[in-house]
């Protein structure tokens, strides 16, 4: 896993969303302007919602970690936003004192669906189609049973 080091402390890439990007867009997009790393979506892991964060401009904030697959692994991070950046083992990670809360937990999070499974821990996208004729929205949730995707009836 690749963390970056900002004031001493380790913390996952990360950013704001341009207005109408999706979320897998934004993490890949942040990834890479911060990193280097050219990246893909794949889940959606944690959501953290809090209020009266001085850094959200007055608003209400969400901070989204997803996990996304690398397509490359050479760091070329961006000394602007970093001091340094670089990939670490999960289990370093997650028994360091020199990280936020949040970047703790998620790299337990993780631990846990490498050892027994990321269906156990990701909630994934779909694409399905808004009720406005030619419109579609993503859904994030938890992956059903092949049996319940295509469910016509209740039996």
């Given at each position: 896993?690749?963390?970056?080091?900002?004031?001493?402390?380790?913390?996952?890439?990360?950013?704001?969303?341009?207005?109408?990007?999706?979320?897998?867009?934004?993490a890949v997009r942040e990834?890479?302007?911060?990193?280097?790393?050219?990246?893909?979506?794949?889940?959606?892991?944690?959501?953290?919602?809090q209020h009266t964060n001085p850094g959200a401009f007055g608003k209400s904030d969400m901070y989204i970690i997803c996990r996304l697959k690398p397509h490359s692994f050479t760091i070329d991070f961006c000394q602007h936003e970093c001091l340094?950046?670089?990939?670490?083992?999960?289990?370093?990670?997650?028994k360091?004192?020199?990280?936020?809360?949040?970047?703790?937990?998620?790299?337990r999070l993780l631990l846990y669906g490498y050892r027994e499974g990321f269906d156990k821990i990701d909630?994934?996208?779909e694409e399905l189609p808004a009720v406005y004729t030619g419109l579609f929205y993503?859904?994030?949730h938890k992956e059903l049973p092949a049996n319940y995707r295509t469910m016509t009836g209740m039996d």
């Amino acid at each position: 896993m690749m963390f970056l080091e900002l004031k001493n402390m380790w913390k996952f890439p990360g950013g704001l969303s341009e207005p109408g990007e999706d979320i897998g867009d934004t993490a890949v997009r942040e990834v890479f302007e911060e990193t280097g790393i050219r990246s893909e979506f794949r889940s959606l892991l944690s959501l953290r919602q809090q209020h009266t964060n001085p850094g959200a401009f007055g608003k209400s904030d969400m901070y989204i970690i997803c996990r996304l697959k690398p397509h490359s692994f050479t760091i070329d991070f961006c000394q602007h936003e970093c001091l340094r950046c670089e990939w670490m083992d999960l289990s370093d990670l997650a028994k360091t004192e020199n990280t936020t809360p949040i970047t703790s937990r998620v790299a337990r999070l993780l631990l846990y669906g490498y050892r027994e499974g990321f269906d156990k821990i990701d909630f994934t996208m779909e694409e399905l189609p808004a009720v406005y004729t030619g419109l579609f929205y993503k859904l994030y949730h938890k992956e059903l049973p092949a049996n319940y995707r295509t469910m016509t009836g209740m039996d």
